[in-house]
């Protein structure tokens, strides 16, 4: 299994990027992909997951508003829009695997795998 996701860069503060993330490597139709995001001397945050028999994700209050998720089951593809960046955004960026559906993401938070190298995303103030 690999997910890989790209798009990050250094972008000023209010402005916008959209992170892409290649999923590849497996077959089960029951799914989910998350997106993720750790800062320097922080922990991993989860911020949004998407399973693969829905249409609507779900986004952590932390991004909800600003950051939408989307995806293109049929491609394994998943994207994150994000708007209105701050400083406090950056971060590296990563998409991951959940083998089953997801309902709770705090209960699947360690349920998710499959971490690819992530992707940096710096937002300048």
């Known amino acids: 299994v690999q997910l890989q996701a790209c798009g990050g860069g250094l972008v000023q503060a209010g402005g916008s990027l959209r992170l892409s993330c290649a999923a590849s490597?497996?077959?089960?139709?029951?799914?989910?992909i998350g997106w993720f995001r750790q800062a320097p001397g922080k922990v991993r945050e989860g911020l949004s997951y998407?399973?693969?028999?829905?249409?609507?994700?779900w986004h952590a209050d932390s991004v909800k508003g600003r950051f939408t998720m989307s995806s293109d089951s049929a491609k394994k593809m998943v994207y994150l829009l994000m708007h209105s960046l701050k400083p406090e955004d950056t971060a590296v960026y990563y998409c991951?695997?959940?083998?089953?559906?997801?309902?709770?993401?705090?209960?699947?938070?360690?349920?998710?795998?499959?971490w690819g190298q992530g992707t940096l995303v710096t937002v300048s103030s």
């Open positions: 991951a695997l959940h083998r089953g559906y997801v309902s709770d993401f705090e209960v699947s938070y360690y349920g998710f795998g499959s």
């Open positions: 490597g497996f077959t089960y139709p029951d799914y989910a």
């Open positions: 998407i399973n693969s028999n829905e249409d609507t994700p």
